[in-house]
């Protein structure tokens, strides 16, 4: 070969304070442009990765660009996107890097040409002030693109679950909407759905899973508070707290009691100050007791939604999706991560104006204002981190949800302990990649609040305040480094290996059997707007308002049809593999628990991804 072209990636340095930041290992070819009437001649036969300072170097014989032809040069560049063939080995496909135009150099004549710094907006953060939470940064005003799509075949569905949603919509004008199941239940037995029994069900392993906290005469709660949240004042909002006694014996709970604690004086903050004496209710104050639990399950709802639901799971996980994306290409790691985050970055997107948008389902729906949603979400980071996460323990035999999650925690265990020692060489030759993660991860982190772990039934989902907490700037952050290590040794590789494997496994964890539970739930809860909404109108308790309905037609309409659409995207899951990406491994793994998962959560319905 007797010419050379070279240059570097660099990512944009508008988003990195100017630095010139390097694309690294990142997969690019060489071309001779032909124009709009000609096909990209390959100055090359194979492309090549960038290096760890994000350069490149060709070498090339110009007369591939053909006879009486100087080479017109153009650079292009990709993220390999894995695929899983039948005989279980892995094919990659070449995808062209979103929003990147290539500059196409005409006549290139000399022997050695230098492309130079070549910027490229590429999973650029978003500015703080305006995500609030580590997100991917979308202007496409300004040149940065949402870098990742729905799969084709996941977007013809989504258009066709459109369609069937307008259907829905016009059953529900005439109020038969598709049954839910908490409506179910109570139409074939009155008063199953609404009991007390059903309360400690919904509190464990509905819709959004609660942690019990220990109270100090030995009783368990589980608490709602909107203090220092921003209210609309449109919406009556108390902050709730759930009491439950504990059989000593077989560890059943029963509901005691429930606190409602209004705020006074008209306030929308819910500063100390502005709290009112917290009303009880018990069983025996019979409608009162009634309406006690709809409050309550209405903060559940809210809570659910905003901090389980979108803070836990969509925007949690996104945080970790941006630093892997702008760092992890050649470690096996990406390959075993990248299914189970493809497209969420798009569902997030998307969800700004379907969930929390200025007449999306959130602010419409109940007390929380449109920016309340971003704090509040922002400071439900502070209780989330990889590190140290153990699903819950079970705590008592009626705990399906716990049970399930664990058992999904070891199949998550057995398959990246088996992918750790098929691909231990490639893990260790590109660590470099894991540790530039790490950084990103931890220098864009949130500010970490003491959770108070001690008083939770368990602690293991909780971010502990033993747990490594870097200080960035002048406040420590919620989640912890994976590793301050740039290579592997003998004397850091087990506790090196240990870390990354239990991130591994909170991020499957999270993005398939967790996200699949809370939002395939959504409609069991959304879908009767008489048992839950996420806000209620006025104060129930009031004489003025015996008989009046707290949550207007429409409201209703709009739960009833955002929750049902949201359970009903059925496409991307484990088992039905449908884009040939997830890991034969998992699948088999899963296969072997098909029964232990059958009755609450079939494993056919567990998605693969964040994608609904």
């Known amino acids: 070969m007797t010419h050379r072209a070279r240059g570097r990636l660099i ?45 490149f170097e060709f070498k090339y014989d110009p007369k591939a660009a053909g006879t009486f032809d100087t080479p017109d040069l153009k650079l292009k560049v990709y993220e390999r996107h894995p695929r899983y063939m039948k005989d279980g080995s892995v094919q990659y496909i070449e995808v062209e890097v979103t929003g990147y135009e290539p500059q196409v150099h005409n006549n290139v004549k000399l ?141 059943e709970l029963t509901v005691e009691s429930i606190e409602i604690q209004e705020r006074i004086g008209g306030f929308t903050r819910g500063h100390n100050a502005c709290l009112g004496e917290p009303k009880v209710y018990k069983p025996a104050d019979g409608s009162d007791w009634e309406k006690a639990k709809r409050v309550w399950r209405v903060n559940y709802f809210m809570f659910g939604e905003l901090v389980t639901h979108l803070g836990g799971t969509h925007l949690n996980i996104e945080q970790y999706i941006v630093p892997l994306m702008r760092n992890v290409r050649r470690n096996p790691i990406f390959t075993l991560l990248f299914p189970h985050t493809y497209g969420t970055v798009s569902i997030n997107n998307g969800a700004d104006s379907l969930l929390t948008g200025g007449k999306a389902f959130v602010p419409l729906g109940s007390a929380v204002t449109i920016d309340s949603i971003a704090v509040a979400a922002r400071e439900s980071f502070s209780g989330m981190n990889w590190a140290d996460w153990t699903p819950r323990k079970p705590i008592n035999k009626n705990h399906y949800f716990a049970d399930l999650q664990q058992e999904f925690s070891k199949v998550c265990d057995d398959h990246i302990n088996e992918y750790f020692n098929v691909h231990e060489k490639e893990i260790i030759e590109f660590w470099e990649e894991i540790k530039l993660m790490s950084d990103e991860l931890v220098k864009n982190g949130v500010p970490y609040g003491k959770q108070q772990e001690e008083t939770f039934y368990d602690d293991g989902e909780i971010n502990k305040a033993t747990s490594e907490h870097p200080t960035v700037g002048h406040c420590k952050v919620a989640v912890s480094p994976i590793t301050d290590d740039v290579k592997i040794t003998a004397d850091n590789k087990e506790k090196n290996f240990a870390s990354l494997k239990q991130l591994c496994r909170y991020l499957l964890v999270l993005t398939t059997f967790k996200h699949s539970w809370v939002n395939d739930t959504q409609y069991d809860i959304g879908g009767w707007p008489e048992f839950a909404t996420l806000g209620l109108d006025f104060d129930i308790f009031a004489e003025k308002n015996v008989n009046k309905d707290p949550v207007t037609s429409d409201i209703k309409l709009k739960h009833i049809v955002t929750t049902w659409f949201l359970r009903n995207q059925k496409w991307g899951y484990i088992i039905k593999n449908e884009a040939r990406d997830m890991h034969p491994k998992l699948l088999e793994l899963l296969e072997e628990k098909k029964d232990t998962f059958k009755e609450h959560k079939p494993i056919d319905d567990i998605r693969c991804c964040i994608n609904t």
């Open 11 to 55: 990512f944009s340095k508008e988003m990195n304070n100017e630095e010139a930041r390097p694309i690294h290992n990142i997969f690019v070819r060489l071309f001779d442009d032909d124009g709009i009437f000609g096909k990209d001649d390959p100055m090359t036969v194979e492309g090549l990765y960038t290096d760890i300072e994000g350069r």
């Open 111 to 251: 022997s050695d040409f230098d492309f130079g710094d070549i910027e490229i907006k590429f999973w650029e953060y978003a500015p703080i002030a305006e995500s609030y939470t580590p997100r991917l940064y979308v202007n496409k005003e300004a040149g940065y693109p949402l870098m990742q799509e729905q799969h084709d075949a996941r977007q013809k569905e989504e258009t066709k679950k459109m369609v069937v949603a307008a259907g829905v919509l016009a059953q529900t004008t005439v109020f038969y909407p598709p049954l839910c199941k908490y409506k179910e239940e109570e139409l074939k037995n009155p008063g199953s759905a609404r009991s007390d029994a059903a309360f400690v069900d919904l509190a464990l392993n509905g819709f959004n899973p609660c942690i019990p906290k220990k109270y100090k005469d030995g009783r368990l709660y589980i608490d709602f508070k909107y203090d220092g949240i921003m209210l609309d004042g449109k919406h009556w909002a108390p902050n709730t707290t759930a009491f439950f006694t504990q059989d000593k014996k077989t560890k």
